[in-house]
Each structure stands twice: as C-alpha cells, then as structure tokens.
C-alpha cells in the first residue's frame, strides 16, 4: 500500500539557516506529491504540490522537486523566518487510493530569532 | 473568498453527550472529509464524502457519524463522547476531477474537550 515517511523533528534551526526537511513515499501508482503546513491552532495549508515526476513545486520561498528514482520529495527552503515555525506535513494521493491522503508523520519545526 | 469553515473553532462536552460538529464550503467541491488528529500527529481520517456516497474508514468507531444534507454542509456527530475522543477534528474539501491529484482545502478545526 501507499505509505509516507518523513524525517522525525522537532527541527530547531537560527533565523536564516537552510532547511531541509527529508520526505520518501512508496506508492503503486502515479501519485501526486504534497507538502502542507500547520501553524499552530489551525488547520492544514496547502505549501506545495507536484503531479509528476521532475515537477518543482515551490512557494513562499519553499522548493520540493519529486524524484521517482529516488521516491523522495524533500521539502528546503534557503533562508528561514521565526514565522516559518509550525509542522510540516509531506503526503500523496493517488487514484489506486481512491479520493484519499496518505500524510506523513509531520516534523515540527522551530526558528529562534 | 471561497473557503472551509468549521462551527465551533472550541467545543466543550461532558463524557457521554453526544456533540454535533459541523462544516460548510462555499468551494463547490464534491469530496468532503473529517479527520481526527491528536497533539500535532498527522490527521487521521474518519470518513469521506463523494458526493452522497459515504465511505466510512475501517477502523472509525461506530460511535463517529457523519450526515452530508447537501453539497455545502457536512455534518460529524459523536453518539457518547469518551475522554479519548478529545481532539481536533478537521474538515477537509477537495474536487475529484482535478489534474492536479486530489490536495485538499482544511478548514480551521474544532477543538473539542470532553469533560
């Protein structure tokens, strides 16, 4: 079955540090990749997402590119704000999945001033 | 803006109340979901709506139900709620049909305290 697997936080990183957030998948079909992020008391929010292989997804300075021969999908951003601080979410959807979402685990981040 | 709104954002119950959560959208789309999700886990689903057909998940307790009245309204209800049913709880849209894989619209969750 389809499954995600993302890299245990919390992360804490200083203002303006690089981050990489590592992301894998194991999927039987053809899945469309995503990265959503919750900030703390809210829901979820789409950041990114890449319906094949090669795709970059990006936003708000955020970059993931899906790579199928490595079935990763690693979330980085170059320069990282005290507001970038909330839990991040990698996931898949598929058809073989029917209208579902398989998330990861989440990783926490923090950013110190 | 279109949007998933959530009523109430805070819900306190006693154990064993039974508690209506509920969800609109004004996206127009037709999969709605709710999910559960405890202490920043990832969300756990409930059961998903495609239209007016009711897929409820294996392992959903039979004390989670859930009614869709229309295309904008979707409705959780818990018959006897337990302590262990102290969550957020998500509800979620999304549109099958687009090309870009099914991601999905969150609103902002109910918090729910069982007393």
Not at chain 1, 60 to 85: C, I, M, N, P
Not at chain 2, 3 to 25: D, E, H
Not at chain 2, 80 to 108: H, I, K, W
């Amino acid at each position: 079955g389809n499954s995600v697997t993302q890299m245990e936080g919390p992360v804490t990183l200083s203002e303006e540090a690089f981050l990489t957030i590592n992301c894998t998948y194991t999927a039987t079909g053809y899945p469309s990749l995503f990265w959503y992020v919750q900030y703390p008391g809210e829901g979820l929010q789409l950041l990114l997402k890449a319906t094949k292989a090669d795709d970059k997804g990006s936003n708000k300075g955020f970059e993931a590119t899906y790579r199928k021969e490595t079935t990763s999908f690693h979330l980085e951003k170059g320069s990282v704000q005290v507001s970038d601080s909330a839990v991040y979410f990698c996931a898949l959807s598929d058809y073989t999945g029917g209208f579902k979402t398989i998330f990861g685990a989440g990783t926490r981040l923090f950013v110190k001033a | 803006d279109a949007m998933v709104i959530q009523n109430p954002r805070y819900q306190v119950t006693q154990f064993g109340k039974p508690v209506t959560l509920s969800c609109s959208q004004t996206l127009n789309h037709n999969v709605m979901y709710w999910y559960q999700q405890k202490s920043s886990q990832a969300p756990k689903l409930l059961f998903h709506y495609y239209d007016k057909d009711f897929n409820n998940e294996a392992d959903t307790p039979d004390n989670f139900q859930s009614r869709r009245p229309n295309t904008s309204f979707c409705f959780l209800d818990i018959r006897s709620p337990g302590l262990g049913d102290a969550a957020m709880y998500l509800c979620a849209t999304s549109r099958v049909g687009n090309t870009g894989g099914y991601e999905q619209y969150f609103g902002p969750g109910t918090r729910l305290t069982v007393t």
